[in-house]
Structure formats: structure tokens, C-alpha cells
């Protein structure tokens, strides 16, 4: 990725249509070559049933390593709220935010977690990663308690 002038921070951007019209953008690593972690965490995604039309939430957990980049983070929530409107499966949902942030960052390595809430009384989570995880890399647990219902 070539290194472009921001055109969302400190602008503003009402949001896009679709995840494929949102704009994600990079800013220059500080520390490329530093094997460090970076955690987003989107509580309250939502995204709409490809089927019913009806609401879907999820808690995502996004852990990468940067390489020469990092993902600017307003553009991420731009890119994640663009979801709010689209219709996709849980699984769809999940590994169609991985895989882009994949295409746009080329990190060295990431990981996504898709607590989606339950859809007739089932919890589906979602889980992919790029693959095994830097030698010496701290990664704390995702903090998502596994569904529990009310009891």
C-alpha cells in the first residue's frame, strides 16, 4: 500500500452504504520490524440477516501484528458500521472483515472472533487467522465470556 493523505480523520464522513464502498485507510507503522499486538474491539456490530432482513449482533475481536502499516481507526468503524445494512451470514460477516483488513494491511499475522448473539436460541462464533502466531508475541485472551444465557 502506498502511503496516501487521509481523507476521513478529521472529516466529516456520514458513513458508507456497503462494506464494499467503505474506504479503509493506513497510516506508517512507527515501529515496523517490532512484533507487537494491536486489539480492536467492536462490542455492538450489527449487521442484517441475508434471509429475514432482521437485526444480528456481535461482539468482534480483532488482533493483529502491524507490519510497515497500521489501520487508521476511524476508517475501521466507518468500514465496520457499513455492515449495519448488509445482509450476510454470520460467518460471511466475519471472515469478509479479516480478509480485507488481510488485503489492505498485509500484517504479519492476525486473528478475528466473532461472538455473534443467539439466533433461535443458538450462539454462533466465528474464529479465522492468518496462521500460527509470531514466536514471543503476547496474546491475552479475547476477554469474550462464552454465552451463558440467563443462568
Known amino acids: 500500500m502506498e502511503d496516501t493523505q487521509l481523507t476521513q480523520l478529521g472529516r466529516d464522513v456520514r458513513g458508507f452504504d456497503s462494506p464494499e464502498a467503505a474506504i479503509l485507510e493506513c497510516v506508517p507503522n512507527p515501529h515496523p520490524g517490532t512484533t507487537y499486538l494491536v486489539r480492536f474491539t467492536a462490542p455492538e456490530f450489527t449487521s442484517l ?3 429475514t432482513g432482521q437485526p444480528d449482533f456481535a461482539h468482534l475481536v480483532i488482533d493483529y501484528v502491524p507490519g510497515e502499516w497500521l489501520v487508521e481507526s476511524k476508517s475501521l468503524k466507518l468500514y465496520l458500521g457499513a ?3 448488509h445482509g450476510a451470514f454470520h460467518e460471511d460477516c466475519t471472515l469478509a ?3 480485507r ?4 494491511l498485509s500484517p504479519p499475522w492476525l486473528r478475528i472472533g466473532g461472538y455473534w ?3 433461535g436460541g443458538i450462539p454462533i ?3 479465522w487467522q492468518t496462521g500460527a502466531a509470531p514466536e514471543g508475541l503476547w496474546l491475552p485472551d479475547q476477554g469474550v465470556a462464552p454465552y451463558r444465557g440467563r443462568g
Open 83 to 85: 455492515f449495519r445494512n
Open 97 to 99: 472483515i479479516a480478509k
Open 125 to 127: 462464533d466465528v474464529f
Open 101 to 104: 483488513l488481510v488485503e489492505t
Open 49 to 51: 440477516c441475508p434471509v
Open 117 to 119: 448473539y443467539p439466533r
